[in-house]
């Protein structure tokens, strides 16, 4: 058996794998850069929290309501972003992420300053879950995740994306429904983040609004562009390896957030494609051996072909 | 008792517009969200205080705050931005936000995690206009504002270098064409942008008379807001852009005593703005 911290350790390193792929598919696949993915997070947490508590909902209708509302929120909350582009796209997302956390941290519907507490894990035919089931839970939600990933990513609505991504204009002149592409990549990565946000209360059973800060926002979106935007291995590796940091350095304390700042500077200064990108060192230089040795073995078989003649 | 408001939200204002201001001349010329730009206006309280520390002076502390700005910012563009402007936009910015945790942390290791005293005695007229007095402090600041203002728009306005420097922000390509060195320029423009900086963390270092490791985080955003809100790059629409949202800030918690959380404001204006004036308030698309 894991031990109990391990566990914790694992879940919170799902929940963001979770919340980095789906903010791959806003700024990955549509290339929208989004700095507010924690609000939506806030919002499948709040919602799952409220409806668990105030309206005696089970953990799984609230789940399902949790990605459901977050979902709709980032679909009306993209037409004001489908007005702005690039670094206006950027910081508009960040202030509807202070607004976000600001409605949380204001009206007392949402608990104020003092979040909502007494949100049990969820439970499963009378039983409430442990954590290693609740480790279990998280884990076939990453793999429902990554497989609605690869089924957009292969279908026409991922080349619609990779279309908009790389060039808006031409896309728009090629009969591509900009408009409709962007507010489907903004609705479907943020019913994703409802979902982790849903699981995320679940886990911590009280939630507050600096959970849902600007800070995280920025922890998310370092996850992706760590591991390399625009890819399935990307997001979790990044996920893994800065869900991981916190834990790894903790003999190192005092200078933990330091080190988390400059890896992040260094990471863009020197491999601004992420550590597992396309271009990056580790991917070109396994695509380079793994060239070489076809070549080698093409070089042989054509040596047997010409010792048979 | 509004015109001690309108006071206050006179002096946040000018803070504001010194930040703003450097924030937007650097967009203006590399197009890059300068993040870490509040590390450098924090950086300017923390240079204030040693400065003034081992001088006495808070003349002598302003002018070191902004030399030492300045040069991080021309360190900073020279090793950490001018190699990833070609890069996509969210590359130079996560670059930014890393850098700007970094100092952040810096700041907390090397001086500690308490509020330094920044305590230089003002000595300085208290300026009075009609009912609206501005208190010494609050008259400095705004001086000192509206003197660096003057400068930077005789500079841009009257001078070959001013030209060079707006011409290159509308266009750096053709600009180098006609022999201008537009490295120089774009280096020049940091420097300058991150002085204002230093400037406005200094001010307000002497102005709430303490300097904290996280200083700079609320303005790292709200000032990313009140440019955009002014016109991504424009000058005007960021002194503007500055002011209204200074006096809006004081005056809302003065006047309606709503429960409306300051810090987030600028934002709320900025996103309205956006919706009728994709550009900002004084932006041209």
């Given at each position: 058996?894991?031990?109990?911290?391990?566990?914790t350790?694992?879940?919170?390193?799902?929940i963001?794998?979770?919340?980095?792929?789906s903010?791959?598919?806003i700024?990955?696949?549509?290339?929208?850069?989004?700095?507010?993915?924690?609000?939506?997070m806030?919002?499948?947490?709040?919602?799952?929290?409220?409806?668990?508590?105030?309206?005696?909902?089970s953990?799984?209708?609230?789940f399902?309501?949790?990605?459901?509302?977050?979902?709709?929120?980032?679909?009306?909350?993209?037409?004001?972003?489908?007005?702005?582009?690039?670094?206006?796209?950027?910081?508009?997302?960040?202030?509807?992420?202070?607004?976000?956390e600001?409605?949380?941290?204001?009206?007392?519907?949402?608990?104020?300053?003092?979040?909502?507490?007494?949100?049990?894990?969820p439970?499963?035919?009378?039983k409430?879950?442990?954590?290693?089931?609740f480790?279990?839970?998280?884990?076939?939600?990453?793999?429902?995740t990554?497989?609605?990933?690869?089924?957009?990513?292969?279908?026409?609505?991922?080349?619609?994306?990779?279309?908009?991504?790389?060039?808006?204009?031409?896309?728009?002149?090629?009969?591509?429904?900009?408009?409709?592409?962007?507010?489907?990549?903004?609705?479907?990565?943020?019913?994703?983040?409802?979902?982790?946000?849903?699981?995320?209360?679940?886990?911590?059973?009280?939630?507050?609004?600096?959970?849902?800060?600007?800070?995280?926002?920025?922890v998310?979106?370092?996850?992706?562009?760590?591991?390399?935007?625009?890819?399935?291995?990307?997001p979790?590796?990044?996920?893994?390896?800065?869900?991981?940091?916190?834990?790894?350095?903790?003999?190192?304390?005092?200078?933990?957030?330091?080190?988390?700042?400059?890896?992040?500077?260094?990471?863009?200064?020197f491999?601004?494609?992420?550590?597992?990108?396309?271009?990056?060192?580790?991917?070109?230089?396994?695509?380079?051996?793994?060239?070489?040795?076809?070549?080698?073995?093409?070089?042989?078989?054509?040596?047997?072909?010409?010792?048979?003649? | 008792?509004?015109?001690?408001?309108?006071?206050?939200g006179?002096?946040t204002?000018?803070?504001?517009?010194?930040?703003?201001?450097?924030?937007?001349?650097?967009?203006?010329?590399?197009?890059?969200?300068?993040?870490?730009?509040?590390?450098?206006?924090?950086?300017?309280?923390?240079?204030?205080v040693?400065?003034?520390r081992?001088?006495?002076?808070?003349?002598?502390?302003l002018?070191?705050?902004?030399?030492?700005?300045?040069?991080?910012?021309?360190l900073?563009?020279?090793?950490?931005?001018?190699?990833l402007l070609?890069?996509?936009?969210?590359?130079?910015?996560i670059?930014?936000?890393?850098?700007?945790?970094?100092?952040?942390?810096?700041?907390?290791?090397v001086?500690g995690?308490?509020?330094?005293?920044?305590?230089?005695?003002?000595?300085?007229?208290?300026?009075?206009?009609?009912?609206?007095?501005?208190?010494?402090p609050?008259?400095?600041?705004?001086?000192?504002?509206?003197?660096?203002?003057?400068?930077?728009?005789?500079?841009?306005?009257?001078s070959?270098v001013?030209?060079?420097?707006?011409?290159t922000?509308?266009?750096?390509?053709?600009?180098?064409?006609?022999?201008?060195?537009?490295?120089?320029?774009?280096?020049?423009?940091f420097?300058?942008?991150?002085?204002?900086?230093?400037?406005?963390?200094?001010?307000?270092?002497?102005y709430?008379?303490?300097?904290?490791?996280?200083?700079?985080?609320?303005?790292?955003?709200?000032?990313?807001?009140?440019?955009?809100?002014?016109?991504?790059g424009?000058?005007?629409?960021?002194?503007?852009?500055?002011?209204?949202?200074?006096?809006?800030?004081?005056?809302?918690?003065?006047?309606?005593?709503?429960?409306?959380?300051?810090?987030?404001?600028?934002?709320?204006?900025m996103?309205?703005?956006?919706?009728?004036?994709?550009h900002?308030?004084?932006?041209?698309?």
């Amino acid at each position: 058996m894991l031990s109990g911290y391990l566990v914790t350790v694992l879940i919170t390193i799902g929940i963001y794998i979770i919340l980095a792929l789906s903010l791959n598919v806003i700024t990955g696949y549509a290339g929208q850069i989004s700095l507010g993915h924690a609000a939506f997070m806030g919002i499948g947490a709040y919602t799952s929290a409220l409806l668990y508590t105030k309206a005696g909902f089970s953990f799984w209708p609230a789940f399902v309501l949790a990605g459901l509302v977050a979902g709709a929120v980032g679909a009306i909350l993209a037409i004001p972003c489908l007005r702005v582009r690039d670094d206006f796209l950027a910081i508009t997302t960040m202030g509807i992420n202070f607004v976000i956390e600001a409605v949380f941290l204001y009206i007392p519907f949402f608990g104020a300053g003092m979040g909502i507490g007494g949100i049990d894990a969820p439970s499963l035919l009378g039983k409430e879950l442990g954590k290693s089931a609740f480790l279990g839970l998280v884990l076939v939600t990453i793999l429902l995740t990554i497989a609605a990933d690869r089924w957009l990513a292969r279908s026409w609505i991922g080349l619609g994306w990779a279309a908009i991504r790389e060039d808006e204009q031409a896309a728009g002149a090629m009969g591509i429904d900009v408009v409709r592409f962007k507010v489907l990549a903004f609705t479907l990565g943020s019913a994703g983040a409802g979902l982790a946000g849903s699981l995320y209360a679940h886990f911590l059973t009280f939630i507050m609004p600096v959970n849902f800060g600007f800070a995280q926002s920025i922890v998310i979106l370092s996850m992706v562009v760590f591991g390399g935007i625009g890819t399935l291995r990307g997001p979790i590796v990044g996920a893994i390896v800065l869900g991981a940091l916190p834990e790894i350095s903790r003999p190192a304390m005092e200078y933990r957030t330091l080190l988390y700042g400059i890896l992040l500077l260094l990471l863009m200064r020197f491999q601004p494609d992420g550590i597992l990108g396309d271009r990056s060192l580790v991917v070109r230089g396994s695509q380079r051996l793994l060239r070489s040795r076809r070549n080698v073995k093409a070089t042989t078989d054509n040596g047997q072909l010409k010792t048979g003649q | 008792m509004i015109w001690q408001q309108i006071a206050n939200g006179i002096a946040t204002g000018a803070v504001y517009a010194l930040t703003t201001l450097g924030l937007t001349m650097i967009y203006g010329v590399l197009r890059v969200l300068h993040v870490a730009h509040a590390g450098v206006y924090a950086l300017g309280a923390y240079a204030g205080v040693v400065a003034f520390r081992s001088s006495g002076s808070f003349w002598v502390s302003l002018v070191v705050a902004m030399a030492a700005c300045a040069l991080a910012g021309v360190l900073m563009e020279r090793f950490l931005y001018a190699p990833l402007l070609h890069l996509p936009r969210i590359v130079p910015l996560i670059a930014s936000i890393g850098l700007f945790i970094a100092m952040e942390e810096a700041f907390r290791i090397v001086a500690g995690p308490y509020a330094l005293a920044y305590d230089a005695e003002i000595r300085f007229p208290s300026l009075a206009l009609g009912p609206l007095r501005l208190s010494a402090p609050q008259s400095l600041i705004f001086t000192v504002t509206l003197l660096l203002l003057g400068l930077l728009w005789l500079l841009l306005s009257r001078s070959t270098v001013g030209l060079a420097m707006r011409a290159t922000s509308m266009d750096a390509d053709t600009t180098s064409s006609f022999g201008v060195n537009t490295r120089m320029i774009v280096t020049l423009n940091f420097a300058i942008g991150s002085a204002l900086a230093g400037a406005a963390g200094a001010l307000i270092g002497v102005y709430d008379n303490q300097v904290w490791p996280t200083m700079g985080s609320i303005p790292a955003y709200k000032c990313l807001a009140i440019v955009v809100l002014g016109g991504l790059g424009n000058i005007p629409g960021s002194v503007l852009a500055s002011f209204l949202i200074g006096l809006a800030e004081t005056l809302m918690i003065g006047i309606v005593a709503i429960p409306f959380p300051r810090d987030a404001l600028a934002f709320v204006a900025m996103i309205l703005v956006l919706m009728f004036r994709p550009h900002g308030l004084l932006g041209k698309g």
